[in-house]
């Protein structure tokens, strides 16, 4: 066993060392949204704001987009005054036709963001909330190349069930990238500035999949070095028994790597932030409960008089949010209470929170700096503001939770 994991760290050193030497090789290439950094939120404004295009009072884009949809759900839409939306109520893309009387949400998880407990369900309540029959109402789920299936947690299979055709497996590989090359760019070709943002736009996506012509020609080199280096030869079976082997140790050390890399994350996180909140808690009587993985967060503050909510802090979307959280949204706060935490500021309200907002700016777990955040405190001391904030004016007004 050691040998073999001597024999992959050697091979992985070598590999890397061959694939910085071809990278060397690559022409220059710039693209303005590679330099951004963009995340799941960014790739849905750019398709939202692709759909908003309008021309002689018609959406083109829109209906074509609609129109690829008909073609999986075997359903007609009629576009009537559509209203498009971004990050509202969490949901990452919104269409929404009162006159159509149909919603489609849009879940984008083009970088593999995790899903949350009970996620696309809340999506789906925020519509039925709306007046949107369930039976008008779809979910996309829109991956980076489809290898990513949605979780019960987050759609219960009762629901997907009852959504049949109308929730949609798609992804940006085999539909949403040919769907902008083959009818998209041409429909704009002579729109000057929406073209050029739609070049870069492909080009990125041709980026991240792999697809540009100098990452197939650099692909073809790892190849035949990694064909030299695992001495493969003319026998196709053969040389399909080492590979496949070869994957299954790697595979195998990967997932020890993320469970020691998880173990250290459990470390930091209950060390320089569980721990020093439980002695803070205990001020308040909260008790508290946690999650965290290495791309997610949930921690849980309750109080045993509060019998309709909760204090939660938690990821979602790659966002970070906070607030007061209802076990039953069918059983909110009193108007009373409701009020009184209005007054706190900078919060919002939106159904299942009575107040929320987004916590730390650019807070993201899968980053480096997130977790030095963590161990700095930074997190510690904020969460604390903010619980304060919460408990004084509870305690002061001697709300009923």
């Not at 693209?31 to 995340?39: G, M, P």
């Not at 979602?316 to 108007?335: M, T, V």
Request: net charge negative.
């Amino acid at each position: 066993m050691d040998g073999q994991i001597e024999y992959i760290f050697n091979l992985l050193d070598d590999f890397i060392g061959k694939y910085d030497e071809e990278k060397e090789r690559m022409p220059f290439h710039f693209n303005v949204i590679d330099e951004l950094h963009i995340n799941e939120n960014a790739n849905t404004r750019i398709l939202i704001k692709l759909l908003q295009y309008q021309k002689s009072k018609k959406y083109p884009i829109l209906e074509s987009f609609i129109n690829n949809i008909s073609k999986i759900t075997r359903m007609e839409f009629n576009i009537h005054n559509p209203k498009l939306l971004i990050n509202k109520g969490f949901i990452d893309g919104l269409i929404e036709d009162a006159i159509g009387k149909y919603s489609i949400i849009i879940e984008n998880k083009i970088y593999g963001a995790v899903d949350q407990k009970d996620q696309i369900e809340r999506y789906i309540d925020t519509e039925t909330a709306k007046g949107f029959n369930i039976n008008n109402i779809f979910v996309i789920y829109l991956t980076k190349d489809g290898s990513k299936e949605v979780l019960d947690f987050s759609l219960s299979k009762k629901t997907k069930k009852k959504l049949g055709d109308k929730y949609i497996s798609i992804n940006y590989e085999n539909h949403i990238l040919p769907w902008l090359k083959d009818e998209i760019a041409p429909m704009l070709k002579e729109e000057k500035y929406i073209s050029s943002a739609l070049t870069q736009y492909i080009d990125y996506l041709d980026g991240l999949l792999e697809l540009r012509n100098e990452n197939i020609d650099m692909e073809k080199e790892l190849n035949s070095y990694l064909e030299e280096k695992l001495k493969l030869e003319n026998d196709s079976i053969e040389n399909y028994k080492i590979l496949s082997s070869k994957i299954s140790e790697v595979e195998n050390l990967d997932k020890s790597l993320k469970e020691l890399r998880d173990s250290y994350v459990q470390d930091i996180f209950q060390k320089h932030l569980i721990n020093k909140l439980v002695r803070f808690n205990n001020k308040y009587n909260l008790s508290i409960s946690s999650k965290v993985t290495n791309d997610s967060i949930y921690i849980e503050l309750t109080n045993s008089d509060w019998k309709k909510c909760c204090i939660i802090f938690h990821t979602e979307n790659r966002c970070n949010a906070f607030g007061i959280w209802l076990n039953n949204k069918d059983k909110p706060l009193s108007q009373r209470a409701q009020k009184e935490l209005n007054g706190i500021g900078d919060y919002k309200s939106f159904e299942w929170w009575p107040i929320w907002k987004y916590a730390i700016e650019n807070l993201k777990p899968m980053d480096d700096n997130f977790w030095m955040l963590v161990k700095n405190g930074d997190l510690e001391r904020y969460l604390k503001d903010e619980i304060t904030k919460i408990m004084k004016v509870v305690k002061d007004n001697d709300l009923k939770m």
